[in-house]
């Protein structure tokens, strides 16, 4: 069972990944597609300590080599945040989801795309003042079931 | 709005590099010139020696073979040239319409000399030398004795930044020659460049940075 967490505003520039507990550097994408119906993809790219570019099953594989980092955030910045767990042993019947250490329930499907800014080259990115760029993926939704059977699809971060 | 500006940079770069070829393409062209063959008067007479006389543009197609029978092209004949014209093109020179226009400008000579070299068609020329002292007149006698140097074409060489020498035909037959002179325009385009090179170093600097400490300092992606 591994634990995996994103804590974040919904910027990318506040956005942090922890696996089993500890912040990680030198991620790319993260892409977690869990739902009731049993689909469960969870995969992370990420830039090893050794420079090398890895795509891995977060829950099945073992990812070698990742870059641990110290803490980014205070707890005064930390309590601004928001904070999305998954617990899971690749199996979606052996998934617990959690939001500010709230366990969730009634959870049809969740859908998170985090995928860093694409590295500008050419001349272009000479010139350049964008402090964000234009082409960073976020996304980040989580639908329940209601007790009357309706769904619900809200906003993670 | 951002993309337009990017097309904005990106031409203004495009004409910052047009520029610079253009304002440099003579002088290098020039400056190949200078290195090899032997030290003569003007930097292109060696050309005429060696082969067969004639012109060195005609091609056996367009040109009749023989010199004799047809018309005399008058257009290409070397002989129609001003002494002027060959001398500008010996040394680069730059052509006066008389040279009042020069003294109207820059006054009368400190002195004059006449020297007389042998022109690109082997010809003796009488030059007259007008002197009026400072860089500019070392300069001029440089390009007239054939001792320049490939970094008069770099811009850290004052040199750089001077005109060719002024000709001009005098009604005796001679050609008077003028100290080359101060080129603001030059001296403008190349502090452009210059910025303009030192701009792009700055943004990528600047970027980098931003990079490094801003965005990305509390995020793990990145």
């Known amino acids: 069972m591994a634990t995996f967490a994103i804590e974040s505003n919904g910027r990318l520039e506040k956005t942090v990944v922890y696996y089993n507990g500890q912040q990680l550097g030198g991620i790319k994408e993260v892409f977690l597609n869990l739902d009731e119906d049993g689909t469960f993809d969870a995969i992370l790219q990420y830039e090893g300590t050794d420079k090398q570019i890895r795509t891995k099953q977060i829950f099945g594989e073992y990812p070698e080599n990742l870059k641990v980092v110290e803490a980014s955030f205070t707890e005064e910045e930390a309590a601004q945040l928001h904070q999305l767990k998954v617990d899971s042993d690749g199996d979606i019947e052996d998934t617990i989801v959690s939001i500010d250490d709230e366990e969730l329930d009634g959870i049809v499907s969740l859908f998170v795309h985090i995928k860093s800014a694409e590295n500008k080259e050419g001349i272009s990115a000479f010139f350049s003042k964008d402090k964000i760029p234009s082409h960073v993926e976020f996304k980040a939704e989580i639908t329940f079931r209601n007790e009357d059977d309706t769904t619900e699809t809200e906003e993670i971060f | 709005m951002k993309d337009k500006l990017k097309i904005?940079?990106?031409w203004a770069l495009l004409f910052l590099s047009i520029v610079t070829l253009l304002l440099l393409a003579p002088d290098i062209a020039e400056a190949r010139g200078s290195f090899g063959g032997s030290r003569s008067f003007g930097r292109s007479f060696g050309r005429?020696?060696?082969?067969t006389r004639g012109l060195r543009r005609s091609s056996p197609g367009t040109m009749p073979r023989s010199s004799f029978g047809r018309q005399r092209n008058m257009t290409t004949s070397p002989m129609r040239m001003t002494p002027s014209q060959r001398a500008a093109s010996s040394f680069g020179g730059r052509r006066l319409n008389s040279s009042g226009d020069?003294?109207?400008?820059y006054g009368?000579?400190?002195?004059?000399?006449t020297i007389s070299r042998t022109g690109s068609q082997g010809m003796p020329q009488n030059y007259v030398v007008h002197n009026y002292g400072?860089?500019?007149?070392?300069?001029?006698m440089g390009y007239m004795m054939g001792h320049t140097s490939w970094m008069w074409m770099m811009p850290f060489h004052p040199a750089f930044?001077?005109?060719r020498p002024y000709y001009a035909d005098n009604p005796n037959g001679t050609v008077s020659v003028y100290p080359p002179t101060f080129d603001w325009g030059k001296l403008f385009f190349t502090l452009l460049i210059a910025g303009a090179i030192i701009y792009i170093i700055y943004s990528i600097i600047r970027n980098k940075r931003r990079m490094k400490q801003g965005y990305y300092s509390q995020s793990s992606f990145g």
């Open chain 2, 8 to 10: 904005v940079r990106i």
């Open chain 2, 48 to 51: 005429s020696f060696g082969g």
């Open chain 2, 102 to 105: 020069y003294t109207a400008k």
């Open chain 2, 108 to 113: 009368t000579p400190r002195r004059s000399q």
């Open chain 2, 134 to 140: 400072g860089y500019g007149n070392g300069l001029m």
């Open chain 2, 161 to 163: 930044y001077y005109t």
